[in-house]
């Protein structure tokens, strides 16, 4: 039987987040730091990362003192890796095909939380700001890829996912869940999603999903280019692309419909 001690799984909780601290841009961070920004007292943070460190999950700079993800973090990782090695591996040379045509660059992205992550990337011909990169996150109520997934799942978790408040990127950005969720209904009966500015303007994506045997949409498939060069013509023509190139990969996995 589970344990359903709440103190017990608020400790857990702590020590999720704590982890989830840790990012590309600050991969070290002080004892301070981390208690300040978890918002708990160093005495608990400290207990923590004892525990943590004695698991492997982070280790400690013996000089400096910092702290970072430890050695446990990769193993995971390459857990991971090995379960998306299939989708990569049958999506690769498709999705490097469809970047050769469209000279844009492309990602897959699955579902973690209330994020989008993403597991593989061809760069496009255009250099851009475009702020992802394999292992990269973004959010999910304003990106293409983020709302493909959304659309897809269960009304339970999808109004939990909702019931929070939705960060504004930029003006285009939709911060009402429910004009979001009305949009999720749309983009989930059209298969496809087209998201202009909502997260970094200027810059377009569409998306369309992946799917395994069974129909389950297992990841997003999404192109991403500059608004700039992009007329509506274009945009249609791309999103036919898209949509045609993730069906193709989602056969691949058995999806026969």
Not at 104 to 120: C, D, G, K, P, S
């Amino acid at each position: 039987m589970p344990n359903t001690n709440p103190q017990l799984l608020s400790s857990v909780k702590n020590a999720l987040s704590l982890l989830k601290l840790f990012t590309v841009n600050t991969p070290e961070k002080k004892l301070t730091e981390l208690a300040k920004e978890l918002g708990l007292g160093k005495s608990t943070t400290s207990r923590l990362l004892s525990t943590l460190l004695s698991e492997g999950f982070v280790y400690q700079d013996p000089v400096t003192h910092t702290y970072r993800l430890g050695q446990r973090i990769v193993s995971l990782y390459q857990v991971m890796a090995t379960t998306y090695l299939d989708l990569a591996e049958t999506a690769i040379p498709i999705i490097e095909r469809l970047a050769r045509e469209t000279s844009e660059a492309l990602r897959v992205a699955v579902l973690e939380e209330n994020e989008v992550v993403y597991i593989f990337q061809v760069e496009g011909q255009r250099k851009e700001d475009i702020p992802a990169y394999v292992g990269g996150r973004n959010p999910v109520h304003c990106t293409s890829s983020g709302k493909m997934l959304l659309a897809f799942q269960d009304e339970l978790l999808l109004n939990k996912m909702l019931n929070r408040s939705l960060k504004a990127y930029t003006p285009k950005t939709i911060t009402d869940p429910l004009e979001l969720k009305e949009q999720l209904q749309h983009i989930r009966k059209q298969d496809y999603c087209v998201s202009f500015g909502e997260f970094i303007e200027n810059m377009v994506s569409i998306s369309s999903p992946i799917r395994d045997s069974t129909g389950h949409v297992i990841s997003a498939l999404t192109l991403i280019a500059s608004a700039h060069r992009l007329d509506e013509n274009s945009i249609i023509s791309y999103t036919n692309k898209v949509v045609k190139t993730a069906k193709e990969i989602s056969r691949q996995f058995g999806f026969l419909r």
